[in-house]
T-cell receptor, first 114, second 113 residues
Framework: GAVVSQHPSWVICKSGTSVKIECRSLDFQATTMFWYRQFPKQSLMLMATSNEGSKATYEQGVEKDKFLINHASLTLSTLTVTSAHPEDSSFYIC??????????FGPGTRLLVL | AQSVTQLDSHVSVSEGTPVLLRCNYSSSYSPSLFWYVQHPNKGLQLLLKYTSAATLVKGINGFEAEFKKSETSFHLTKPSAHMSDAAEYFCVVSEGSARQLTFGSGTQLTVLP
């Protein structure tokens, strides 16, 4: 099946710094990618839809100035958590649709902000 | 608007016994339904999907699910649990082109030896 990768797989940073997470579709092109956040023992919540060549669409309650999304090519979307704080610590997962019916998920990036 | 409810947050079964994970959905249109599995600290893996074809869907690792429109249900079953099945399971619904997914709250499956 289609493969989606994420980098890094985990990151620890100090409060106030920015962290960039990459999401790549390895063997297919994705004009759209999705970013999810998963807190411990909770389900995945959609944060934003990343669109190649245009602005991302953010879900209600997600700060667009804090979570910067760039979809620079058909295989790469990046999520930058700016001025990270401990409450941003979470598991961030991206996905990309391959075909019309199925989405493939990346392995996730665990962020810990100290 | 679409939504999905997983009726059990935790299910515990003995190895070799059947598994039943329950899911009910709400959708304004003909939905696509999915079951994903997440092992600890891993990404999500697609188990199976329903997209308006056969109502009984067979997936990987011996799992299957039946779409019942009259009951708005899409329960996941497996005849015989294996230790490796212990994980978190998510029922997911999508309308239209399956590009925006709504996740259930998840069911943690424990398999006892």
């Amino acid at each position: 099946g289609a493969v989606v990768s994420q980098h890094p797989s985990w990151v620890i940073c100090k409060s106030g710094t920015s962290v960039k997470i990459e999401c790549r579709s390895l063997d297919f092109q994705a004009t759209t990618m999705f970013w999810y956040r998963q807190f411990p023992k909770q389900s995945l919540m959609l944060m934003a839809t990343s669109n190649e060549g245009s602005k991302a669409t953010y879900e209600q309650g997600v700060e667009k100035d804090k979570f910067l999304i760039n979809h620079a090519s058909l295989t790469l979307s990046t999520l930058t958590v700016t001025s990270a704080h401990p409450e941003d610590s979470s598991f961030y997962i991206c996905s990309a649709p391959a075909g019309s019916e199925t989405q493939y998920f990346g392995p996730g990036t665990r962020l810990l902000v100290l | 608007a679409q939504s999905v409810t997983q009726l059990d947050s935790h299910v515990s079964v003995s190895e070799g016994t059947p598994v039943l994970l329950r899911c009910n959905y709400s959708s304004s249109y003909s939905p696509s339904l999915f079951w994903y599995v997440q092992h600890p600290n891993k990404g999500l893996q697609l188990l199976l999907k329903y997209t308006s074809a056969a109502t009984l869907v067979k997936g990987i690792n011996g799992f299957e699910a039946e779409f019942k429109k009259s009951e708005t249900s899409f329960h996941l079953t497996k005849p015989s649990a294996h230790m490796s099945d212990a994980a978190e399971y998510f029922c997911v619904v999508s309308e239209g082109s399956a590009r925006q997914l709504t996740f259930g709250s998840g069911t943690q499956l424990t398999v006892l030896p």
